[in-house]
Structures are given as structure tokens and as C-alpha cells.
């Protein structure tokens, strides 16, 4: 790996970070490791249960962990309230987040009246429309596309091949990673006389302050008004959002999840893998959806809802589907049972 | 926003498009907005019954919509069969589309038996491969890779960022969004020995006029034959479409829908969100999925299917789940029961 | 098409790859067609039982299949043990694979400490990051992004419109279709006083020999360590790899699939298109995943498992679905019943 080497001492990144030391202070770590792959210079860490049987034979040189497992590790540890936030935080010491460049690379086509802060960093191949202004610190990697009246705010990242289509706004340190789509039409059908005639999408895509928007996502504009994403949103890779969704600040959204148009998602959610939202709908804040679950109604009260099915053995999934096809007879005889 | 406004009359509107004005046919619109949000220079309308009660308290400058509504609007309004059609013409006279500013980019690529209509307008970082026809009036946006053998027909729209691998042909008026790769592999492969071997891809994909194709959407190339939408099919976004698949004209297919090799499609289908749909079927005219269905069989009569469940909260759901896990052996106890 | 035509005896083709003739072997073929598209000079194949009926009309020159169909075919044929095996080799002795034409684009930006092959050829608008090597009779086609510290083994092709965000290593005869994003973050987050922290992902990517990886895929680089597809892993179209997840060889993945993070899948899995894998679990060799089927528990035996629901007519399905609803109780109803 490239750059120069950082390294701490475990007494230094307990005084740091607020962390209780457990061991000797003067350990050495210049970088970081899982529990079962870490050698003697890095750090580890131990948040997910499920690793706990791997703390007694770590290689790691020092362990960031709760107090519950302080008193199993082997090795000098860093004691955290929350050891996963801790980590986080220490890992980042050792990741070199690259200073932008400022500059425009010579092969960028950029329009007369787009406005790029002397700040900012526009990498090769790069295409900015009329209009658009791109903020202090910002970095528009290599490929990206920004079309017309569109905004980046300061110190926010296009990884490279991101598309702005038109009318879209990010705020501050927002991240986009590669293929990701902001502000495409919303799909907006009429149908007329045996054919389709296209709804003209007009809106834009809003992104608050911090969002992260991951790689070949996508989020379309609004029809009319904005598409938007409150602050700290973080959405993975291949999400869909379609046209007028607004997402509530600090939710969480992991991969494939398609979310229709009009959708109004809360703060403090969690979205689970691939879960589908209908459109027109409301989800109230602090509401976890489990993984490939449906929702197709508004959600008023906080907590987990779930409706993916967990697999089984094909042949026994194929009998009881197979009921499930029967049910509403099944628990119809079942009821006149009963009532005899 | 950027460009000069248009404005338009109620009474100059109603006699374009044939509606019935209702109340003062002088009053100008200069834009579109939603009830709620629509000050008073916009036109807005009223579709989906969801949104009924925000008219009476709408300060839009006047609202398209049905005669079983008009009563109750506090403005002028436009008196439409379909409010939502006239909505869409009406709102398309104000959304302008740019007309092709024809030329070919001084960092673009073609190559040199590609054939360029002069009307045509290649944007930057644009690549042209061997034999590719651009037809007149067609942009082709910044990043768009056009490979061999593709063609792309009048008055057709790749964005941005398109990709169209080989022998792709797009017919006249199709609108393709950021993203979208046309004729990549299909997913052909057979296992020799203990590896696999790739099932070359020799075949293409045709795709109809009027044809609409989301960002990020994959329609990959047929294995022999081509893969094919007819006329005037709209993909959302985030869609698979397999190889040698076929989708009859008028479809509509919502946003992350996967659809196998060789699956066929029907004529005025409606696909909802993340459905499934597996290879070698068919589907006949007129079926509406519903979102995250999944359809392992051919369809041959009209009608709505499903099998997306909706969520519960999880402890319900969890429990009912267990049980589904053990339908077979409920129905056969139940059988056992009513026999006796 | 484009490129001379090549053809071939019966005898020659029987001879090269170890069939068996039947018929007359100075039959010539010049192309491959399906059983019911190929004409005279062509050569099809029956493989899938279900183009059966196809064979006795089919006007095709010559026709690959198995011993058991030998009898049915109205023209000569090659006899194969597994015919999809056989036709896959003999038609690409048709598909002319461009050999690569070694150089760098004038367009191309490559840092000056990137390594790349003589024998290379690098496409128009490709980017290539610091410390990247790029091997022998590899082939990076237009708009790729390559990011620092990445390695392109010999013969790999990275279609068009690929990219390696950083710390990507292919192997060698690696194929990567356009829109593919390998080794963006991971989705990594710890919340930390009601706001989300990223947490750095550091980790790689790490694609063994003769993968193939599909349009738009996503695979994100690993939290600390890497990100590992084996030998002859194949990835169809949108697939959503998480981080540190590994997948064995000779594994085949289906379109639409998310596999979330850690998650381990064995060798010779197959694993249906849209279906579901969550984190932090493990898929022992040999499983079969049917389409949209949801993996949340480790899975220790071979075989077929699945959960993905088909679907029914709606008003059907809604009945049933309510009834799931309940389906806890209505089986303690029944349990008490059975008891008594």
C-alpha cells in the first residue's frame, strides 16, 4: 500500500478518543485488523458477538472491545462504551483520506457559466452543464457527468462516473460512489387513446449535508417538486428512489432497495436488503424493515416490521406452498370446525 | 430555473386540448405545481383520489381535473376524461426540451466507417464504434460508449453515460437514461468438466420507437437471436432484462424487475416494482403484476397477479412464518381431522 | 456482420471436438441459428427438452444434440453427451473474439507510475490511478476508470464503462461487462451520538482467474481485509456483492442478487436471480438458491432450497395472505383441536 506510514500508541488513542486503557500504553499500532487476520502492529476490534470466540487466540497487537470482554482479551485493549464508533474512528486515523487537488484537469468540459470553486478538483473526462456550481474542497472524479443547474456542496465527492442529470442539489460533504444516478425523469406515465405519453418530470433531487449515496444507485428527480434526502441519509449500492420520495435525516437504506415514487420515509430508519415500498405511502420515524420485506402501507408506529421468508429445503417449501395456495379454504373448514 | 417563461391562457389551454373550462378563462399560467404547492401563476391537477382533499385549500392559479371533481374546486379549472393526460400534455408545453444543438464534439470518438447524421449531436467523451448509424435529430450525451453494429434512430435520446454495446438498435424517438447498457452478454454459460465455459452472445437487442429505458436498466444481447422490446415499451429503472427476452408493445415495467432469458412478455402489460419474472414462459396481453411477485410460470389469461406479501410487525410475523415453515403437516392434520 | 465468414465440414466439426456424425459430414456450416430460426448453412442445437417439438420442423443444416434425440433429427447432426457444451465450443469457432490491438488512446489519462502491458490496449477516455498495472493482452475498453493501487491480469477484458475504485486485483481471462463498480466502500456505519460515522473501508477486492462479472454489478471493497471471488466465479447483471464477502469457485450468481456483508458462499453454488443472502453467515459447496429465495441462516447441506413465493391471481392471493396473517393462531385453533 502507498503513503507514509502513521502509527499510535495505545495511550495516545485512549487520551484521544476518551477510551479506557487496559494494558500497556506504550503498544505500537500502525494500522488496523480483524480479530482472526490482525498481527502484532495493528489494532482490532470487537463489536459483533459473533466473533467473541475469536478474541482468545488474536495476533492483534492491542483490541478495542467493550467492557463485558475486557476481561478475555489477551492482549492490551482499548475499553469503549461503543467499540464499533471507537474503531470507526481510530480506523480513520490510518486510512490516508486523500487532500483534493484543486484544479480542472485539462481534458474536463466544463460550461462558461458553470461556477468551479478554485477549491475544488475536477478530474479527467469530466462534463459540467450550464449553471452549475461546484463548492470549496469538492472532488469530481474521473468520468462524472453534471448536467445543467446543478449544485455540489463544499467538500463533497463524486468517486468518478456519477451523473447529475439536471436540477440536482448536494449539500455539504456528501459522497456519491461510481454509476449512481441523481436526477433522472421520474417515471411519469399518462396512458392516451393505446399509447403511453410521458409525464414531464420538472422537479429536482435535494441532498442534505452528509449524505453518503452508493455505487449505481439511483435517485430520480421529481415530477413537479423535489426529490429529496434529508441530512445523513446513507443509502448503499443499487438502490431506487423513485420521483418525490423524501428519505428522513439519519435513515439508513442497505442494497437493492426500491422505493416508489411519493414515498415518505422517516428519521432513524433502518431499510433492510432489497425491501420493496410501494409509492404514496408514510413510514413513521424509527421503523427497522427487515431484509426482501413489503411494504405497501403507511407505518405509523416506530419499531421492526418484517415480511421476507426465510428458505427452506426445496421440496418442503414446495409442499407448504402449495398449502399456501389452499389457505383461505383451509382455515374456512377449519373455521366451520370449530364452530361445530 | 434558466430559459424564458411561457405563459398560457385557461381558455387558450381548454381549446388546445379540447377540455371544459370552468370560471375565468383569462387567467394566466405560467408553470405547474402540485394542490398543496402550486402558487397562484401555476396550473395544477388532481388524479389520484389520495390527493382529493388538498383542493379545497389549493392556491394554485387554476387545476385540471375530472368532472366528478369540479364542483369542489376554489379556482378556475380544466375539465378533463383523463386529467392526468391533459396534465401531461399541458405541463410538456412548459418543460423545455432543448432541441439537438447538431455537431459532433471535438473530444469524441467515432469511428470511421460510423455514420453520423449531420442532424445528429454527440456530446463529449462520446465513443463510436465500427458501422454505427446516429440518425437525425439524435443526441447522444457526454460519456455515451456506442460500440460495432449499433444503431440509433431519429429523434433518440441517450442522456448520458449510456452504454450500447453491439448490434443494438434503437428505433426512432426512444429515450434512454444514465446508465442503461444495452447488449451486454447474456448469462449463457455451461459447466464442462468441472468449469464453466462461456455460451458466446451472438445475437442483439432491438428496441421499438417510442421505447423509454431507465438508468442503470441491463438489456442484454440475445444468445442467437435478438432480445426485443416492441413499440412504445417504458423500463423504470434499475431492471435485467435477459437475454432473447421479448416485451410486447405498450408495457410498462416498474423499477428493479428481473426478468430471465427467453421470458416473454405480452402487449399492455403492467409490471410492478422488483417482481420476478424466470426464463422460457410466456405472459399474454394484458396482465398486471404486482410489485415483488414473482412469476415461474406462463400466464395465459388477463388479470392481476401477486404473491408480494406485505410486512407485519416482526413478532407476528416471525410466529406466523414458524408455522408456514409447517403448513403441509397443518393441512394434513386438518385433512385427517375433517375425514373423521 | 462485419468480420469474413468462417465455416465448417460435419466431419471437421465432429473430428475437433469428439462427436458423433449422423449423416452426411461434407455438410457445410457457416453460422448457428435456433432450431427454429436456423436456415440451411447453420447449425443449431436441442439441449433444453422444452425446444423439443422445434426439432422436427427445423430447417437447419445441421443440429447438435444427444444420442437420445439422434433419432428425431430430420437433418444431420452431432451427437454430444452434453450438446449445450458442445454447440457452446463450436460457436465460437463463429464469434470472432477481437484480438486485442495493443496501444494506449491517445485520450487516455494513465498516471506515470501505472504499469501497462505493450501488449495491452487501453480505449479512449480510460483513467488508470497510481501504482495500477495493467497485464498482457488485457483490454480496457472506453471509459473505464481505473483508481490507484488496481492490477488487470493478462487477458483480462473490462468491456466499456467499468470501475475499479481502488485496491481491485483481477486475475487473469477476467471479463467485466460495462457499468460493473468493483471496490467502492463498503457500507460501513456506526451511529454515534444520533448521527451516522462512516467507517473507513480499507480492505480490497480480489477477483480470481476466468471470472466473469456482469453489467452494473456491484462488488465493494472489504471493511479491513478483502473482498474474494475465487476461480471462475459467474456474476450475471446487478448483483450487489457487500463487503468482505467471498464466493467460492466455479459458483454461478444469477441477476438482481444481493449478498450482504461476510457473507461466505461455497464452491459449485448456484444461486437464482433476486434472491437474498444476509450477512455474516455461511453457504456450504454445492447449494442451489431458486429465484428470489432469501438465505438469513448459514446453510450446511447440498442441495436445492427455496422460498420464493409464485404468484396467484390477486383476489386469490389476498385471501391467502390474509389468512397467513393469522396463520399463528388459526394452528394453536387447530392445535387445540387435536388435542381434545
Known sequence: ??????????????ETFGLVLQGDGSVVVHGVGTLAGAGPGQLSFLANPRYRRELAATRAGAVVLSADDAGDSPVPC??????????AKISALFEPAPAPAPGIHASAVVADDALVD?????GPFVSIGARSRIGAGAVIGPGCVI??????????VLVA??????????????RVHPGAVLGADGFGLAMDAGRWIKVPQVGGVVVGDDCEIGANTCIDRGAIEDTVLEEDVRLDNQIQIGHNVRIGAHTAVAGCVAVAGSARIGR???IGGAAGITGHLEICDK???????LVTQSITEPGEYSSGMAVQDSRSWRRNAAR??????LARRMGALTKD
Open 78 to 87: 482499548l475499553v469503549a462504551k461503543s467499540p464499533y464508533v471507537a474503531f
Open 118 to 122: 478554485p477549491g475544488a478538483q475536477i
Open 147 to 156: 448536467g445543467d443547474d446543478c449544485e455540489v456542496g463544499p467538500g463533497s
Open 324 to 329: 399456501f395456495r389452499q389457505l383461505d379454504q
Open 268 to 270: 432513524y430508519c433502518l
Open 287 to 293: 421503523v427497522t424493515i427487515t431484509a426482501m420485506s
Open 1 to 14: 500500500m502507498a503513503g507514509q506510514e502513521k502509527q499510535f500508541t495505545l495511550a495516545g488513542l485512549a
Open 161 to 174: 462516473r456519477v451523473t447529475l442529470v439536471t436540477r440536482v442539489r448536494l449539500g455539504a460533504r456528501v
